[in-house]
């Protein structure tokens, strides 16, 4: 049974319960994703720089696209946040948010730790959690209410007693005095793999990771995932993720840990 998380107990999850005919179209649209993806892979596609100086390239946009494409024929009445596209209908019930190629630094220099996240929300609730490495065939599947799978096993995230004893992933080192102080009480660090390092996470591989500054699009299908594997995952507030909320994130697999990290950076 999933360990719940204390803001989400089971009338929330009623609340927000998903269709069952959401599961079988977010696997098909995975499907979709990673055929272009893997087209693309260790081919010379041309990187382009975007406002924020962030890497960008086709295989980005054609992902999205096709994502896109086939919501728009099964969906049309359904909201899109995107992060190549653009957004529309943010006010619909259902809101599909789409990361195509999440850590194109790695994509583009043919390390298969890439993902491609789909994720629902359901009135800004994320109820659904998709992160896909269609390279190695690393599949996560979270659907609120139900257990997370990966590579369809049901997983679950590893206790640990506190951050003395605990591996701590991120993206990359960053200077926020929250994070030091977090990073200085873990056991071991390692430093990459965006949300494939949240799946491995779910998958009771790693104990904490402490993010700072993501869109929607970069969280929004971690939360179902991590919760469903019995983690937990808020802001750095201690506030469930859900638009509207920080992008500064806090993901542990254990309450205590979790707890521990959160009176660090938050302090």
Known sequence: MMRP?????PQSMTEHAVPPDFVPLSVRLADAAGAVARRYYRTPVAVDAKADESPVTIADREVEAAI???LGAERPGDGILGEEHGSQGLDAEWVWVIDPIDGTKSFMTGRPLFTTLIALLHRGVPVLGVIDQPIIGDRWLGVSGQGTTFNGKQVRTRPCGGLAEATLAATMPFPQSGFARVLEKTRYQVWGGDAFAFGMLAAGLLDVM??????PYDWAALAPVIQGAGGIITDWQGQPLRLGTSGDVVAA???RVHAEALSLVAG
Do not use: S
Not at 210 to 215: I, N
């Open 5 to 9: 998380h204390p803001a989400t107990g």
């Open 68 to 70: 896109r494409a086939i």
């Open 210 to 215: 402490v993010e700072a500054g993501l869109q």
């Open 253 to 255: 697999g254990d309450a």
